[in-house]
């Protein structure tokens, strides 16, 4: 039914940035919240970051400060503005997208494919 859709990711210096981008397509009535989840090798899946339909934003302690997140309503994308990289925020981040259904009172969590960031020392 949707489709989540990454891209931007690469190699990059440390203290260097880089932006992610994710853009939801196919069938579906409104997009809720969106954000952002991380998996290093041998590690499990962490949140990162998420904005809500309005705008309103959360962050992991670990990239406060450095990451922004944000999101185009009208292109049903979410981005993620990566400062001040570290190679600790090597991972593979995925995106998500909570897709509104119309006869469930909570929406319906889709994941994009991931896309690689590394840093570099």
């Known amino acids: 039914q949707v489709q989540l859709v990454e891209s931007g990711g690469g190699l990059v210096q440390a203290g260097g940035s880089l932006r992610l981008s994710c853009a939801a397509s196919?069938?579906?009535?409104?997009?809720?919240?969106m954000g952002w989840y991380r998996q290093a090798p041998g590690n499990q899946r962490t949140w990162v970051a998420g904005i809500t339909s309005g705008g309103s934003t959360n962050y992991a302690d670990s990239v406060k400060g450095r990451f922004t997140i944000s999101r185009d309503n009208a292109k049903n994308t979410v981005y993620l503005q990566m400062n001040s990289l570290e190679p600790e925020d090597t991972a593979v981040y995925y995106c998500y997208a909570d897709v509104a259904r119309p006869a469930s009172s909570s929406p319906y969590r889709y994941w994009g494919q991931g896309t690689q960031v590394t840093v570099s020392s």
């Open positions: 196919g069938s579906f009535f409104r997009i809720n919240a």
